[in-house]
């Protein structure tokens, strides 16, 4: 029942990497996909999404270090993080809904969510 499934999370040192991917089912390709994240006593945020069309958005915070992609072949999409901060710290999660992705993430917008992924950035 499980429709999206986050992996790649883990502890890593300020100015580190991590990737983390998210397994997309096949019939969610017209659908716009992204990443949040939440912080222990903070709302979740959105940190990046991809349209249908190819169409990135991406929250001011991470603009020039995280890149998201998708690759279809592999039903898969992937959160590149560099530059890591202790700020970027919180539970990642990967998210759908069928329709056009909009100029700015906003959670209730987004009908399918996966349990998320841990990064710890020290």
């Known amino acids: 029942h499980v429709q999206l499934v986050e992996s790649g999370g883990g502890s890593v040192q300020a100015g580190g990497s991590l990737k983390l991917s998210c397994s997309v089912p096949?019939?969610?390709?017209?659908?716009?996909i992204a990443w949040f994240r939440q912080a222990p006593g903070k709302e979740r945020e959105g940190v990046a999404s991809?349209?249908?069309?190819?169409?990135?958005v991406y929250a001011n915070s991470v603009k020039g270090r995280f890149t998201i992609f998708k690759e279809n072949a592999k039903n898969s999409l992937y959160l590149q993080m560099n530059s890591l901060k202790p700020e970027d710290t919180g539970m990642y999660y990967c998210?759908?809904?069928?329709?056009?992705?909009?100029?700015?993430?906003?959670?209730?917008?987004?009908?399918?969510w996966g349990q998320g992924t841990q990064v710890t950035v020290s």
């Open positions: 998210a759908a809904t069928p329709r056009v992705c909009k100029d700015e993430l906003s959670a209730p917008d987004f009908s399918y």
């Open positions: 096949e019939r969610y390709e017209s659908y716009c």
């Open positions: 991809r349209d249908q069309d190819g169409t990135r």
